[in-house]
C-alpha cells in the first residue's frame, strides 16, 4: 500500500471514531432523528475535511431543532415584544392626552353662603370704607401669617377702586403673644384715627418685635406714648372684641388666616384680585 495522505488519514481517524461512538452510545441526542450524526471530539472539530472545516453535527442538529420548533410554534421575539409594549404605552399616552383635552376646564369653588354675616360687623371693630357701602368685607387676619400680608395689597386695591366698598378688621390673633399685642396696638389706634396706616405698617413690617412695633407706628404717623396710653384705658373693651373675634371664628369652623366675608359669601385663604372682584360684583347683584 502507498503512503496515506493527511487528508485521507483524517477521514480514516473520523471513520474510526464514528464507529466507536456507536459502539459505546455516545452519539448525541439533539431532539432530530438526523441521520449521520457523529460525536466529535474538540480538538478534531476544527480539522480541515475534504477542503472544508469539520462542523459540529449536534450544534448544526440543534439550531435545526430550533427552527423547527418556531415553525411549528411560532411566537413572538424579543424584538417583537418590545415593540409591542411600545406600541401599548404610546396608546395609553395618547388616551390620556385625549381624556384631559375633552375634560371641561376646572371652574372655581362656589363660596359658602354665610347668612349671617351681617352680625359679624362690630362697630367696635376697625373699619375703613363708607359705613353705608354696597359691599362689605369682613376680614379675619393675623399680622404674622404669611398670607394675610399676601392679600393686603389687593384689598388696599379693591379700596381704592370702589369707594362704595367697607372692610371691617376682625383680628384673629392666633400666630401667637406678638400677633396679639400688635393687633391691640391697631385697634388702639382708632382713637388717633390712625388705623388704616398702622394696619399698612404692620402688614409691612419685617417683625413684630416691640422696636418692629414702634417702627411702624413712626413710619404710620402714630403717637407711641400716646397709643400706649390709649392701650391701657381702654384695655378691656379691646380684649372683649378679640375675645368675641375668636368665638365668632370658631363658631363658623374657621381654622386659620385669612378667612373673607365679601358680602354673605365666605372664601377661604389667600383670594386672587380677579376672584375678588367677581365676589364684589355678585354681592352688588344681591341688592
Not at 4 to 27: D, E, I, K, P
Not at 109 to 127: G, H, K, M, N, Y
Not at 148 to 164: E, G, I, M, Q, T
Request: proline share 8%; aromatic share 6%.
Amino acid at each position: 500500500m502507498g503512503s496515506v495522505t493527511g487528508t485521507r488519514r483524517a477521514q480514516l481517524s473520523l471513520s474510526f471514531l464514528a464507529r466507536a461512538n456507536r459502539r459505546l452510545g455516545r452519539v448525541p441526542d439533539t431532539g432530530c432523528a438526523s441521520e449521520g450524526a457523529l460525536y466529535v471530539p474538540t480538538r478534531f472539530r476544527s480539522t480541515p475535511f475534504l477542503g472544508r472545516p469539520v462542523t459540529t453535527p449536534g450544534r448544526r442538529n440543534l439550531n435545526l431543532a430550533h427552527r423547527r420548533r418556531n415553525a411549528d410554534n411560532p411566537g413572538m421575539t424579543r424584538r417583537h415584544a418590545l415593540l409591542a409594549l411600545l406600541v401599548l404605552l404610546g396608546l395609553f399616552a395618547a388616551i390620556q392626552l385625549l381624556s384631559r383635552w375633552l375634560q371641561p376646564a376646572p371652574t372655581a369653588p362656589q363660596p359658602a353662603f354665610v347668612a349671617s354675616a351681617p352680625a359679624l360687623v362690630d362697630p367696635r371693630a376697625p373699619s375703613a370704607g363708607p359705613a353705608n357701602a354696597a359691599v362689605t368685607i369682613i376680614l379675619f387676619s393675623d399680622y404674622a401669617c404669611p398670607a394675610c400680608r399676601a392679600l393686603h395689597p389687593d384689598l388696599r386695591s379693591v379700596l381704592a377702586n370702589h369707594p362704595d366698598v367697607r372692610i371691617v378688621y376682625r383680628d384673629w390673633p392666633v400666630f401667637g403673644a406678638a400677633s396679639r399685642q400688635a393687633a391691640r396696638l391697631a385697634i388702639a389706634s382708632t382713637h388717633q384715627n390712625r388705623h388704616a396706616a398702622f394696619d399698612d405698617a404692620l402688614m409691612r413690617s419685617p417683625g413684630l418685635t416691640e422696636p418692629a412695633l414702634r417702627a411702624a407706628a413712626t413710619q404710620a404717623g402714630v403717637d407711641w406714648p400716646r397709643l400706649q396710653t390709649d392701650l391701657a384705658t381702654h384695655a378691656t373693651e379691646i380684649d372683649a372684641l378679640l375675645a368675641d373675634t375668636d368665638l365668632h371664628a370658631r363658631a363658623l369652623g374657621f381654622v386659620g388666616t385669612p378667612m373673607l366675608l365679601v358680602g354673605p359669601y365666605l372664601v377661604t385663604g389667600r383670594v386672587p384680585a380677579a376672584r375678588l372682584e367677581t365676589l364684589i360684583a355678585e354681592v352688588r347683584k344681591l341688592k
